[in-house]
């Protein structure tokens, strides 16, 4: 069974922050655990180098759109080696040619469900998007009212087909709050939308709609368009898209219906599979605000992860936020996390155990029984990275608590007891692989005796 997980590709209006890292970090782990479990997997990233608010910021900064773009694109692409990334694709909507090449015949199979309408409304520059009430949930910043003829789309017609996919499960959206709002949403009654702009407002960027030059294809339809497009037309495709297989979306909450309903729709207007899970994840916050580039209180992950290392930021953005709840970053609850889990926890119980066995000569790991591997493999089929870490914990609180009741340091045969907790460390480094992966390789050397026992993890508080 295949398994095709992608990130919702961000503006390049500006260089990512730590709310990027998150999602890109979660969708790392779910490729790197499949990867472990032995199955073929695609993970696809990229940037969404087409929106209207790529050409508006690089107005204010009095630079050239494709020069701009590719700037802040390359900022994304390099996020790979400090986070530790293993995405096997990389999609720039502005430049890559199966993207606009993809779009283009997407848009062509879906030509009956299109008609051109006049509408006026107000319109969030923010989110890209037509509002239904008169103030953005999203964007603190005024709407702006625009009149404009534009290709609509029969979204209308395809309300019974979203709600049963949703309601059956076929679609399944993780957590199921999530599931729950847009499954309102449809049962509210879908409106047809639209699916173009002009190519004047654009100053000509964007993919021109075929066969209507003066148009351009809308960003949010041009942008979901590339989990498909960037597998061609060819073996990839039928591989990771019209097989069997699992094709799963990890995105954040603001764009959910975007995902779930939108997307949905052009795949069934086009003819095309829908993807198996939405799994959906809520926004980092800094003081209580969303973290976001229009705010000013942006994290940069690079940075961070330059001083306290990868694993004590992967980890915390797997372990502190917790499903439909908005968690607050500061670099005190970074430190204490790493310190408690890493150096105290799972470094400290191997080191421990280590220390111990080489006392005693040659101590073999027994193999244990676990049910660490079916914990976690449960925890993220739903995207709950916080019941996933606490099971690798909850395993070395195993291993500590075999220690502390057996207390092999005073036994005449203490062999036995050891053997069992190196085999409860190397579960424990064998399953950590997708979330640390250069740490948990560090412990894996140490298990196999590539030097003294020694900090994996250090503390990273005085």
């Not at 949930?137 to 949703?166: C, G, K, M």
């Not at 294809?217 to 495709?237: P, S």
């Amino acid at each position: 069974m295949t398994f095709y997980v992608t990130t919702a590709i961000p503006y390049v209006n500006a260089p990512p922050h730590l709310g990027h890292a998150l999602e890109l970090v979660q969708a790392d782990v779910l490729a790197r655990h499949r990867r472990l479990r032995g199955e073929p997997v695609r993970f696809l990233t990229g940037t969404d180098d087409n929106a209207l608010k790529n050409v508006t910021a690089a107005r204010a900064a009095g630079a050239e759109v494709g020069a701009f773009v590719r700037a802040n694109a390359d900022r994304f692409a390099a996020l790979r080696e400090p986070l530790e990334l293993s995405f096997d694709d990389f999609i720039r909507t502005g430049s890559d040619p199966r993207h606009a090449r993809g779009v283009a015949a997407l848009w062509r199979r879906s030509a009956p469900d299109f008609y051109r309408h006049g509408y006026t409304g107000l319109y969030c520059a923010g989110c890209e998007q037509f509002l239904d009430g008169d103030r953005c949930e999203e964007h603190p910043a005024a709407p702006e009212r625009v009149a404009e003829t534009n290709w609509f789309f029969r979204l209308s017609r395809y309300q019974a087909a979203i709600r049963d996919a949703l309601e059956s499960g076929r679609v399944r959206v993780e957590p199921p709050a999530r599931r729950n709002e847009v499954l309102a949403f449809v049962r509210s009654g879908l409106r047809d939308i639209s699916v173009s702009r002009p190519a004047a407002r654009a100053d000509g960027w964007g993919i021109p709609v075929p066969g209507d030059p003066d148009q351009v294809v809308y960003v949010w339809w041009d942008a979901l368009a590339n989990y498909v497009t960037a597998l061609g037309d060819g073996d990839d495709l039928r591989t990771w898209w019209l097989g069997a297989g699992e094709r799963v979306h990890v995105i954040g909450k603001g764009i959910v219906r975007f995902h779930a309903v939108h997307w949905l729709a052009l795949l069934l207007s086009a003819g095309l599979p829908l993807p198996t899970t939405i799994l959906v994840h809520d926004y980092l916050t800094v003081a209580g605000a969303k973290l976001a580039k229009s705010a000013g209180n942006a994290v940069d992950p690079v940075a961070l992860a330059g001083r306290y290392g990868v694993d004590a930021l992967r980890w915390w953005l797997l372990s502190e936020p917790a499903p439909a709840a908005d968690p607050d970053f500061t670099v005190g609850r970074l430190v204490a996390r790493a310190d408690r889990d890493l150096a105290n926890g799972v470094g400290n119980l191997v080191n421990r155990t280590l220390t111990l066995a080489r006392r005693q000569g040659t101590v073999r790991p027994a193999a244990v029984e676990s049910s660490l591997p079916h914990r976690i493999d449960a925890a993220l089929r739903t995207g709950d990275f916080r019941a996933a870490t606490a099971a690798l914990a909850a395993e070395v609180d195993r291993g500590n608590r075999l220690l502390d009741a057996t207390r092999p340091w005073r036994l005449a045969e203490p062999g036995p007891v050891l053997a069992e907790a190196l085999g409860i460390c190397q579960v424990l480094a064998g399953e950590l692989r997708p979330f640390l992966p250069s740490g948990a390789d560090r412990l894996r050397a140490q298990l196999r005796g590539d030097g003294p026992p020694r900090p994996v993890f250090p503390r990273l508080s005085g």
